[in-house]
C-alpha cells in the first residue's frame, strides 16, 4: 500500500490523497481502458466469427450495439452504488462479472449466447470506466486530479485505436475464442493488482445515502448544474466526434481509400501517438494558462481540424493531415474538460462520472447514427457530423466559461 496524505478538497472535505505515482497513474488508465480494450477488439475477428457460428458479418455488429447500450445504461446505477458502498466492492464485482462474460463469449455457438455474454461483459467492465475517473477524483484535485485524468482519458482513447490491432494477432495465433480468454486473464490480473495495491478510496463518512428518488434527485441536480453540464456535454459532443470516426473507419479507409484491414489497424495504431502526446502536454498547459483557457484551446484546436477535414480534399494526404489535428485538439480538451466536469463534486463523484460517461455514450451513439444514416457519401457525413459535433462543443463550453 502506498504511503497516505491528508488533503483538502475544492469542496472543503478533507480526505487521503496517495502520492502521483508512475505507478497509481497505470492502475487507473488500466481500469479506465480495459471496456475501451473490449469494445473494438473482436472486430478483425468477425470473418471468422461468422463462419463459425454460421452467422453474417453484418448480423455480428448486434453485438458492438448491445454491448454500448448496456455499457452506457450500467453506469447510472454503478456511480451511485459506489457512492454509498464505496469503490473497491464496485471495480472488483465488475471485474469478475466481466470474466463471467469473456467465458460465456468464448464458449458461445450461436450469435444469441455471444450476444449474451457481450452484454454481461459490458454490464461489468462499464464498472472500472466510471470509477477510475470516481477514484481519481478521490484521491487528487487541482494539477494533480488533471494530471491524472490525462493519462486515464489517454488510455480509453488509446485502447480502441491498440485493439484492432491486439484482436487481429490474437485471432491469427489463437483463434477468435482466445480473444476473449486473453481479455479475461488481463481483468483478472487487472483486478488483483487493485485489490493489493490500492483498494477502497472512498472513505466511510463521504459516502451518501442510497435510494432510488435521492439517485434521481442526484442526477437531476447535475443535469441543472451548469458547472456539470456545461463541460459534460462539451467533452462528451468531442467523445461522439472520435468515436464516429471509429464507426466510419471501415467505410473511409477500406472503401474509400482502398486500405487493407492490416493497414486500417495501423492507422488506428498511430492516432494513438497523437492522443498521447496531447494528453501528456494537457496538464503543463494547464498549469501555465490555467484549465480553463487550456481546454478552450483544445476545442478550438480540434473544430479546426473538422473544418479543414469538411472543405478540404478528399485524398488520404490530406485527411491525415486534417485528423492527426484533431486528434491533437481532442487530447487536450478530452482530459481537461473531465478534470473541470469532476472538480466540483467530490462527494458525489460516483454518480458525476457516471452520468458524465453515460452523456459520452449517449451522444457516441447519436453521432454515428447519424453519419450513417445521412443520404451522402461517407467522407462528406463524416466530415458534417465531427464539425456540428465540435461546433456545438465549443458554443457550449465558451459560453459556460464566459458568462455567470
Known sequence: MQKQIQATTADGATHTQMPLTGELLLLLAGLASLGSLATNIILPAFTAMGAELGTSVKDLSATLGTFFVAFAVGQLFVGPLSDRFGRKRLV?????VFVAGCAMCAAATQLPQLITGRIVQALGVCATSVLS????????????????????????????????????????????????????????LLGGHYALRLGETHA???????????????????????????PALSVSLVIAALYSFFGMAPALLMEGFGFSPLGMALLFAATVFVVFGAGMLAPRLARRWGAVRAARTGLVIAFGGTIALLVGPQNIYYFT????????????????????????????????SALLGFLQMGCAALAIGITAALPVPAYLAFGIVLTACLGLAVLVFWRSTTTP
Open 204 to 230: 466511510a463518512d463521504r459516502r451518501v445515502a442510497l435510494s432510488l428518488p435521492a439517485v434521481l434527485k442526484t442526477y437531476g441536480r447535475l443535469l441543472l448544474d451548469r458547472r456539470f453540464i456545461a
Open 133 to 188: 475517473r470516481a477514484i481519481a477524483r478521490d484521491l487528487f484535485d487541482g494539477t494533480a486530479l488533471a494530471r491524472a485524468l490525462s493519462l486515464i482519458m489517454v488510455a480509453m482513447a488509446a485502447a480502441p485505436g491498440f485493439s484492432p490491432l491486439l484482436g487481429g494477432v490474437f485471432n491469427s495465433l489463437l483463434g477468435w475464442r482466445a480473444t476473449f480468454a486473453v481479455v479475461g486473464v488481463m481483468a483478472i
Open 92 to 96: 472488483l464485482c465488475g471485474l469478475a
Open 321 to 352: 493531415l486534417a485528423l492527426t489535428v484533431f486528434l491533437l485538439g481532442m487530447g487536450l480538451i478530452n482530459p481537461l474538460g473531465t478534470a473541470i466536469t469532476l472538480q466540483p463534486f467530490g462527494q458525489q463523484a460516483g454518480a458525476a
